[in-house]
């Protein structure tokens, strides 16, 4: 697992540094150019999260990916509809229970330019919010339960489309960069907090579509490759 | 930010395993005083067995050497559930739909208890396999030495809470 962890940021590092040179040159172009009124509709962005994927790259589970569109309104509001699917297919080595779920998921929110005074710079840091949601049904199954007390009684454990539905929201904090006329990339980190995962009496969901193992960690990241469309 | 997906990484790589403690689920019984509710404490000497009837797999040899196999209802017995309890005791119940405790107060004087629950297979997360929960239906019960008994939650998890409340007389 750490082996996997140090690759994907030693990914990252690499990815990253062309952009801070093209930064470092635009900075330096830009820094006395004479400050324009910011349009209200600046740009619309269409943006897509690899993060998923390459966690599968990396021997996860679960795969996620997601496409997501965003306004950019006088380079300070920017309200996003992100639309993904998720998958897992898993069995627990330990206790052989077996869970699978594929569906897809939406958020919905919106992003603040923290460097909204500062247009000249080729790249930004954000912070946002989102709610999301996901509606999906899953299978899940283990070994025949034995009692533990008077023994000889069995009883089978398999359930099979079961309705599931997961209510959430993001707190977000990023960066964009970009790296190449309008093609732009990014980073976030994201904490995750459920707001509702519907149960049922045998189960609830351990994966959840957008979001990911539910009893894990809250934090989460997303690597955007993100296309910039002017007005 | 390369400090900051560090951090997103390192918490990522701390997943915690919140799995219970235990995963068998217990009926927990409280002794009451029936005029005062006041707690009630038995003697020293009570032993608690129980028993439920399963399916039980016979193997018969017949005359002519052949075996021939056949599912039976057997009571599956269990000894000794509860040694002493004082104040209060925390009984597992069986994997069928039904569970009866028998309470021996003395070699002359029990009481015979009958729970009859729904089993409720539960997984909670994926690291911690499978649990039995159970919902308490109905509950009979004879009353040589106790009084009554009250359930207080029907709902008998792998929670440290109160089910039932059994009364007996003061004297």
Redesign the interface.
Known sequence: ??KK?IL??IF??IS?LPSIKLMAQDVKKLVDTPKEEEPLFKSIEIGVDVGGLAQKVFGSDYTSVSASITANIKNRYMPVIEIGYGKIN?I?E??S?A?DTKAPFIKVGADYNFFYKKPYLPGFLYGGIRICHSSFSYN?S??E?G?????????P?SYKGVSGSSTWSEFV?G?KAKIFKNFHMG?S?RYRAIISNKKT????P?YIPGYG?S???K???TYNLIYNLPF | MILLLSLVFMLNGCNSNNCPLTTVSFAHFEFLNSTDSKQHTMGDSVVITGFTVADVTVNDTLKDGTVTTRIVKDSLLNEILYNKPTTSMSLPLSYKSTTTYVIHYSKKMRDTIVVEHKNIPYIESIDCGTMMFYKVNNIRYTTNALDSIETVNPDINNEEKINFNIYFPTN
Request: charged share 10%; no cysteine.
């Open positions: 697992m750490k962890l994907i940021f990252l590092l990253i898993t627990n330990s206790n229970v869970y899940i283990a070994p339960m009692d533990p007390v008077w023994g000889n009684i069995t009883i454990y904090v960066v980073w980190a009496e045998n189960s609830e351990l193992m009893n894990s960690s934090f989460g990241f």
